[in-house]
């Protein structure tokens, strides 16, 4: 799902006129979360979006999340621009944003920290209705879309 949305929002972006560099472009690719790091700061990016897809034992819990790190040089601007991130995949998709989170726990940011680095969960795939969204083409281009405006907003960018 990642890989799928991940394609699909290169492809939006670069249509764009955005570069867009990918730590990965096919499944079944081993690569540690530091090595995802190293890929991401060797082309100096403006901004550092890592797509998952949240997982609960709630099957209730639903909705869009950020991480963000709370060290290095973005660390003050990170939380506001987490929730920029969010708030523009809330109003672009109509899922609701839970928050925005910073910690030094976060292992794949810590080591991007150097850039603006987010770990956007665009919804929990143990929730029926998220997993259906999901899944979705025409949802998966409202996140397309929602991120577009996020990377549009961002000071750096």
Same mark, same amino acid.
């Given at each position: 799902m990642?890989?799928?949305?991940?394609?699909?929002l290169?492809?939006?972006?670069? +249509?764009?006129? $955005?570069?867009?560099?990918?730590? %990965?472009? #096919?499944?079944? =690719?081993?690569? /540690?979360?530091?090595? %995802?790091?190293?890929?991401?700061?060797?082309?100096?990016?403006?901004?550092? *979006?890592? &797509?998952?897809?949240?997982?609960?034992?709630?099957?209730?819990? %639903?909705?869009?999340? =950020?991480?963000?790190?709370?060290?290095?040089?973005y660390?003050?601007?990170?939380?506001?621009w987490?929730?920029?991130? @969010? #708030? $523009?995949?809330s109003?672009s998709? @109509?899922?609701?944003? %839970?928050? $925005?989170?910073?910690?030094?726990?976060? +292992?794949? &940011?810590?080591?991007?920290?150097? =850039?603006?680095?987010?770990l956007?969960?665009? @919804?929990?795939?143990?929730?029926?209705?998220?997993?259906?969204?999901? /899944?979705?083409?025409?949802?998966?281009d409202?996140? $397309?879309?929602? *991120?577009?405006?996020? =990377?549009?907003?961002?000071?750096?960018?």
């Amino acid at each position: 799902m990642n890989l799928e949305i991940g394609l699909k929002l290169a492809a939006y972006l670069e +249509s764009l006129g $955005c570069e867009v560099h990918m730590t %990965r472009t #096919e499944n079944d =690719v081993d690569i /540690s979360n530091i090595e %995802r790091a190293e890929i991401a700061l060797s082309y100096s990016p403006d901004v550092y *979006i890592r &797509l998952h897809c949240d997982g609960s034992d709630d099957s209730s819990a %639903r909705g869009i999340g =950020v991480f963000v790190t709370d060290m290095g040089p973005y660390a003050d601007s990170l939380g506001d621009w987490g929730d920029m991130l @969010g #708030e $523009c995949l809330s109003d672009s998709t @109509g899922s609701s944003y %839970r928050g $925005c989170w910073a910690s030094s726990t976060y +292992s794949g &940011l810590n080591w991007a920290a150097d =850039v603006p680095s987010f770990l956007l969960e665009m @919804g929990f795939m143990s929730n029926s209705t998220d997993d259906e969204l999901l /899944s979705d083409p025409d949802y998966q281009d409202s996140i $397309c879309e929602g *991120i577009a405006v996020f =990377v549009s907003e961002m000071p750096n960018s």
